[in-house]
């Protein structure tokens, strides 16, 4: 007995290095946009999972605006959270939308008693099986161009640890979207988050066509076999989804490469 407590120790010891040695990694992948492939909508969907797998959330979401201001959903770590992020840019209400009007971010720890703050968003939350978000504003300096979110399926305490953390790599992938492209393409940042958000309907519309052929209404499996191929064949992934939209791709093959990747 005399030696549990410098086990516990030890092993809190080493879960706290192998925790750092992730998020060193994490911020390294999100600066490291200075490919010549990069791809946006890969690169936001890397933040919003590893938001999920460093926060120990239940799904977080991307909201930009695109050329005009307008805001829309740009990425989302599951189905539910796509279409709750895109209920709020549609209603103007939740805590994405506010954050990025107010340039701070916004939380509500138990949606439940924040009913009449953000009605319509508070709502589809709970049908979606959420209640509590918090949304921080993804800005460099006074420029906000979105908002990162992150959704809890049970109502949580304030942690200041996890709104540092999440403002940070919102942050750093921000200072990423600018660097690409300042540097490989020289366009203004509006250019590319609309590029982002183009590839998004695209993914989606490929998503279908996938879930469509395999007769899996599980639209993250649809996602994971096209990302998966994409990954596996060195393609963009908007490139492969419009492909995939337009016909021309082998969606057998995509299908066979997935089940290959789960077996």
């Given at each position: ?49 590893q938001c999920v ?31 709750l992020e895109t ?177």
């Amino acid at each position: 007995m005399t030696g549990e407590p410098q086990e516990l120790a030890s092993g809190e010891t080493s879960a706290a290095m192998r925790r750092e040695r992730l998020l060193a990694r994490v911020f390294v992948e999100l600066a490291d946009t200075l490919v010549d492939d990069f791809d946006v909508a890969d690169f936001l969907r890397t933040l919003v999972e590893q938001c999920v797998r460093l926060m120990e959330v239940s799904a977080a979401g991307v909201v930009l605006a695109d050329v005009q201001g307008r805001l829309r959903m740009a990425a989302a770590s599951s189905e539910r959270a796509g279409l709750l992020e895109t209920l709020a840019v549609q209603t103007g209400d939740g805590p994405c939308i506010d954050c990025v009007r107010d340039g701070h971010p916004m939380r509500s720890t138990d949606l439940r008693e924040d009913a009449a703050r953000w009605p319509e968003f508070a709502t589809a939350a709970a049908a979606a099986g959420f209640r509590a978000a918090e949304a921080v504003p993804m800005r460099l300096r006074g420029m906000v161009v979105g908002s990162l979110t992150l959704l809890h399926t049970e109502p949580v305490r304030e942690d200041a640890d996890r709104t540092a953390l999440s403002q940070a790599l919102a942050d750093v992938a921000t200072i990423g979207l600018l660097q690409q492209r300042a540097i490989v393409r020289g366009e203004v940042l509006t250019e590319q988050l609309q590029s982002a958000l183009n590839s998004r309907v695209i993914i989606e519309q490929a998503k279908g066509v996938l879930s469509a052929r395999s007769h899996d209404p599980d639209m993250e499996h649809a996602f994971t076999a096209l990302r998966g191929y994409a990954r596996g064949h060195n393609l963009r992934l908007a490139d492969l989804s419009r492909e995939v939209a337009d016909g021309a791709a082998d969606i057998d093959a995509i299908l066979a490469h997935a089940s290959r990747s789960r077996s």
